[in-house]
């Protein structure tokens, strides 16, 4: 994507209409801050005409009114400047809660075929850029740009053809400036791409300590998170030259045009065409005038910079959502062409394998579980046994073959409707570092604490709760790293609990758990699979023999 269309895709997303606020306010902050170097500049000029003159008539006045105009310009520009930050901080918070909400609403397919770092740069490091477009980096371009131009006006009323040979010295500083964007943008694009790097390494440093320590490969993993750090390096040291030649070369621009004043200066003095008074007031101009033509080559290479990164975002804002339906492909099939009418959970002759890989993970699978029955799937490793579990709860449409819930396939019904329909309570549930209370709330919004105590009691975790330090209000860590592993099962089931869904799903919940955790979870389990359809993915045989139906996959 060009940099322009970006740009303006950039301005459209975050400002819309807003938009007239923000380039306004920058346009009224640029105006008002030169009409404040001009009413001094030209104040100058007066002054040194009166000294030629060696006369002070009216000089009282024209420092009072040059007073009140300069005092009338700086409270409109505080205003400009307070509103122009207010609309600012609205953007960039706009595109970093895009981002996040973005990330929350993509296929599984995504998330599983992305790394963990790759999100994290985009969230802190990609996002935080383009909010730096608004924040300051597009301002710092627009505005001495209008600041040329505003300067120009006075500069060419003093000496229009002293005016026009430093303008002619200026025009061929920006040429050279554009040049250097593209190589810039390499740059750029190379540091993003190495900065995500960065943070995929230290992600994996940072999730895979256990591993590390245990293995002692602290030493290969460190090399390969320095060899990543010193490639950054070497792109940063890059990007670096190219910043020190441009300065360079517009400070010698700006050396090259000093010359030229002095010298058109002095030569147009001697020809009567311009008198010091102007000639002064023309040089306090032009000084800034030159500093703002300078801003402009140094700005514009940072607002490349954040421009690339801008380009990153919007790659991740246009990566397809999750539907709310999966399209259905042929013909559309009713209710009346189940197999089993019965069923009320039904899976017909089920095809389906991972976009990443050419291996059927399931070829022609069916299941039929009554409303109210249990069934236990059990099979070796890599049998599909998880794999199910995925399609049940949405996350990946099945190449053929059909799932029901209900007599409603999952073609036609709606993602969200499918998942309050359903209870899951995996092997490793996650929880997040927030208080036992509002882990387990998360079953069902709106809950009140006394359901939660209750749904607590239930999954026989109310009684360890209570031995916490702080009760329901206790961290759980990172991950529950608080907890034990049959204690952040039973929360996970006291939270499946909560959602009183009509079908639950069990990954191998009490696996990973030791004799004694494992009967208070199993007992927890068979509260929670009363007057409920389950299916349970299991190995144990405590596990499978509370099951009314067994399939071997």
């Known amino acids: 994507m060009k940099l322009s269309k970006t740009l303006i895709r950039l301005i459209k997303t975050m400002m819309g209409k807003r938009a007239f606020f923000y380039f306004g306010f920058i346009l009224s902050m640029a105006i008002f801050g030169g009409l404040f170097q001009i009413i001094s500049s030209f104040l100058i000029r007066d002054l040194f005409t009166m000294a030629e003159n060696k006369s002070s008539e009216g000089l009282a006045f024209l420092l009072v009114t040059n007073l009140l105009e300069g005092a009338i310009v700086m409270v409109i520009q505080v205003f400009s400047t307070v509103i122009y930050n207010h609309e600012a ?91 250097m964007v593209k190589p810039m943008k390499r740059v750029s694009a190379k540091m993003s791409q190495m900065n995500k790097g960065m943070t995929q390494n230290l992600t994996n440093i940072l999730q895979g300590i256990e591993m590390i320590k245990i293995f002692a490969v602290k030493d290969i993993i460190l090399q390969q998170y320095n060899d990543s750090n010193q490639q950054c390096a070497q792109t940063e040291k890059k990007q670096n030259w190219y910043s020190a030649l441009l300065t360079a070369l517009n400070n010698a621009f700006n050396l090259l045009c000093s010359l030229v004043f002095l010298g058109l200066g002095v030569y147009y003095i001697g020809e009567g065409v311009v008198d010091l008074g102007s000639l002064t007031a023309l040089y306090m101009l032009y000084g800034i005038f030159s500093w703002h033509f300078l801003q402009i080559g140094r700005y514009v290479p940072e607002l490349v910079n954040c421009l690339v990164n801008t380009e990153r975002v919007f790659e991740f ?69 998880s794999t199910l579990a995925k399609l049940l709860l949405g996350f990946y449409p099945t190449e053929m073959g059909k799932i029901y819930i209900d007599g409603i396939s999952l073609e036609k019904m709606g993602l969200h409707k499918l998942r309050e329909l359903i209870a899951y309570v995996p092997q490793d549930p996650y929880l997040y570092n927030v208080s036992i209370a509002e882990n387990i709330s998360y079953g069902r919004a709106g809950t009140t604490m006394e359901e939660i105590v209750n749904a607590a009691k239930v999954a026989n975790a109310h009684d360890f709760i209570l031995k916490q330090s702080q009760g329901y209000d206790t961290l759980t860590g990172e991950r529950g790293a608080n907890l034990s592993g049959g204690e952040k099962q039973r929360i996970a089931i006291a939270r499946a609990i909560l959602k009183n869904a009509p079908i639950l799903l069990l990954d191998e919940a009490t696996s990973a758990l030791d004799n004694e955790s494992e009967y208070l979870v199993q007992e927890a389990i068979q509260s929670l699979m009363k007057d409920r359809t389950t299916i349970m993915i299991a190995h144990r045989p405590s596990t499978i023999a509370t099951a009314d139906m067994q399939v071997a996959m």
């Open 89 to 179: 901080k609205r953007a960039v918070a706009k595109i970093i809660e895009l981002v996040y909400m973005k990330s929350v609403k993509l296929p599984m397919q995504y998330y599983e075929t992305h790394h963990t770092g790759d999100f994290m740069s985009k969230l802190m490091y990609d996002a935080n850029r383009t909010g730096d477009v608004f924040g300051s980096r597009l301002r710092r371009v627009i505005t001495p740009v209008l600041m040329v131009v505003v300067y120009l006006i006075p500069m060419f009323y003093l000496c229009p053809q002293l005016t026009a040979g430093l303008l002619a010295v200026n025009f061929i500083s920006l040429v050279v400036n554009t040049f």
């Open 317 to 385: 804002l246009d990566v397809e959502e999750e539907p709310n339906t999966y399209v259905e492909h042929g013909k559309e099939q009713s209710v009346n062409e189940r197999t089993d009418q019965r069923a009320y959970v039904s899976m017909e002759h089920i095809t389906f394998g991972y976009p990443t890989s050419d291996k059927k993970v399931l070829s022609d699978f069916s299941l039929s579980v009554e409303k109210g029955m249990s069934v236990a799937i059990t099979g070796h490793s890599g049998r599909g046994k």
